[in-house]
């Protein structure tokens, strides 16, 4: 079977000799029709972040159609088209029993501590594979995993209709939360160095910020940068709820004193929580108030895979690999 595999960083190989998925009783087999490349599969792929052993297959934001089920499975059958939540949380630790299955400290992360799905075919626990239209944009589908982190981050904040918020960032996930606030009816006004981006950002419904913009009580930090939320601090309102989504090892360029003086409210938005966020974009892309695709630039061929690793770095916006044919 063929598949992409990590040999090494900064190697792919595309091989053919992966050995077929075998379903658990819960599990379904799907076929790869697609997946996109984000990030932390960037991370994985430079050698940031270690994966257990090598030759390790790669991806995790995967759609397909359901080619086999397992013993136990209902719900699901042959020949339905899913999409992956590839965050595969136990469901019965403390944290997954109030409903943060985000902070599940059991989690299986696809692609990181759990093989990935870059592969003609792979089994998913069927709990986790969700049933999509059949008349779904399959480019909406490659970007539908990215779209459900930055809609939940937004439905985390508790913004509303009205509201403005600083979004800085005009990347894939960037584009995504100002999607997700459109939707809302809220004001997306975006911060971001590259004037391509911008560019793109405001033709599809952002405000760009201007040097004097100011007063907002609504912030979401996408790029993972703390100097890009430093530079932004000046530009928030006493009593301001920081969204942070975006990861950066570096220490949070905030004290105490610029905390409780401005009366700042600081939240971490990690993925989403299973199984209603997955569900709740699912019914913003099926109704049409949202389309994900707009996050996309590039797509490349399953064999082109090892390229289109190498030159996402280099596009404007989200890369995805179509499924082998």
């Not at 090598?54 to 699901?76: C, D, Y």
């Not at 209709?161 to 005009?170: D, I, P, S």
Request: glycine share 10%; charged share 20%.
């Amino acid at each position: 079977m063929k598949a992409v595999v990590l040999t090494a960083p900064r190697r792919l190989a595309v091989v053919d000799d992966l050995p077929e998925p075998v379903p658990g009783p819960g599990d379904v087999v799907v076929a790869l029709e697609g997946l996109g490349v984000c990030g932390s599969d960037l991370s994985v792929y430079e050698g940031h972040r270690a994966v257990p052993a090598t030759p390790w297959v790669v991806g995790h934001e995967a759609f397909g159609r359901i080619v086999a089920t397992g013993s136990a499975v209902t719900g699901h059958t042959v020949g339905r088209r899913v999409v992956v939540e590839p965050n595969y949380a136990c469901l019965d630790c403390a944290d997954c029993r109030r409903g943060l299955t985000s902070a599940c400290p059991h989690r299986a992360i696809v692609g990181m501590n759990a093989p990935g799905l870059l592969a003609e075919r792979f089994a998913v626990p069927a709990g986790f594979a969700h049933a999509v239209p059949d008349d779904l944009d399959v480019r909406d589908l490659a970007a539908f995993e990215p779209y459900a982190v930055a809609r939940t981050a937004v439905a985390r904040s508790g913004i509303t209709k009205g509201e403005r918020a600083l979004v800085l960032g005009a990347g894939a996930q960037g584009l995504l939360v100002s999607q997700s606030l459109l939707a809302l009816g809220a004001e997306p006004v975006v911060v971001e160095l590259q004037p391509g981006r911008l560019a793109r950002a405001v033709a599809l419904g952002a405000t760009a910020a201007g040097d004097d913009d100011r007063g907002f009580l609504r912030l979401y930090e996408t790029t993972g940068a703390a100097p890009a939320l430093a530079a932004a601090l000046p530009r928030l309102a006493p009593g301001a709820t920081l969204t942070l989504i975006g990861l950066d090892p570096a220490p949070l360029p905030l004290t105490t004193d610029q905390v409780v003086r401005g009366l700042l409210t600081i939240q971490g938005s990690l993925i989403y929580d299973h199984p209603h966020d997955f569900r709740a974009a699912l019914d913003d892309i099926t109704s049409g108030r949202v389309h994900p695709s707009v996050a996309l630039t590039t797509r490349y061929a399953f064999q082109d895979a090892p390229r289109a690793f190498a030159e996402a770095r280099g596009q404007a916006g989200k890369t995805w690999i179509e499924g082998p044919r």
